[in-house]
């Protein structure tokens, strides 16, 4: 069964330090999202790409996170410098027919611990 | 501004007791709504979805949830839960114009099932 790959699946960074996360998704599917889920919370839209252009990025912190898919297919998402409070858990979710089911397929996810 | 509301952070059950899991919702406009399922160490999926059409939507697992418009809810229900059902469930909303687009997530059920 195809899935959507993540990788690392835990990294454990200092303050101040750059990491970087990617992300495959299923073959085939044009509509990528990245969300982040603090520990108690639910998840949060970060960044959603249509092939390889970004379509919204209203709740990316843009000073320290970007995020690429320079080829469509899979991204990466880099936070630097990484603060405290960026541990999270980062998920990475993909669609097929740019939502017209309404079904977001999701990888197993980044859990960042910054210390 | 959309937002999803669920009122139980943890519910304790049973085996083969029956389980609701709350959900309200707040948007000004017509919403599509889901029910996403996390088990431990894996990414969400997708139990089930109102769209359109009839209001009470159901799962492959038994699980259904019901769409009330004059209510705003969506709450999720199980006639007799099972020790597999235990995972965190996850209530979102979109009204983007496409299904998946500005998903808007709840905080999260955790779902603990005793024998």
């Known amino acids: 069964e195809a899935e959507v790959a993540q990788s690392p699946r835990y990294k454990i960074t200092e303050k101040s330090q750059a990491v970087a996360f990617w992300c495959d998704p299923i073959?085939?599917?044009?509509?990528l999202y990245w969300y982040r889920q603090i520990l108690g919370q639910g998840p949060e839209l970060l960044v959603q790409f249509q092939d390889e252009s970004v379509v919204d990025d209203s709740q990316l912190p843009k000073d320290r996170f970007s995020a690429e898919r320079l080829k469509g297919v899979d991204s990466t998402l880099k936070i630097q410098p990484a603060e405290l409070g960026d541990s999270a858990m980062y998920l990475c979710a993909s669609t097929l027919d740019s939502g017209v089911t309404g079904e977001l397929f999701f990888g197993e996810g980044s859990r960042l611990t910054v210390l | 501004a959309q937002s999803v509301t669920q009122l139980d952070s943890q519910v304790p059950v049973f085996e083969e007791a029956p389980v609701e899991l709350r959900c309200n919702y707040s948007?000004?406009?017509?919403?599509?709504l889901f029910w996403y399922v996390q088990y431990p160490n894996q990414g969400l999926q997708l139990l089930l979805k109102y769209l359109s059409g009839s209001t009470l939507v159901e799962s492959i697992n038994g699980f259904e949830a019901e769409f009330n418009k004059s209510q705003t809810s969506f709450h999720l229900r199980k006639p007799s839960v099972h020790i597999s059902d235990t995972a965190e469930y996850f209530c979102?909303?979109?009204?983007?114009?496409?299904?998946?687009?500005?998903?808007?997530f709840g905080t999260g059920t955790r779902l603990q099932v005793f024998p």
């Open positions: 979102a909303v979109s009204e983007g114009g496409l299904k998946t687009d500005k998903l808007i």
């Open positions: 073959s085939g599917h044009a509509t």
């Open positions: 948007s000004s406009v017509s919403v599509y």
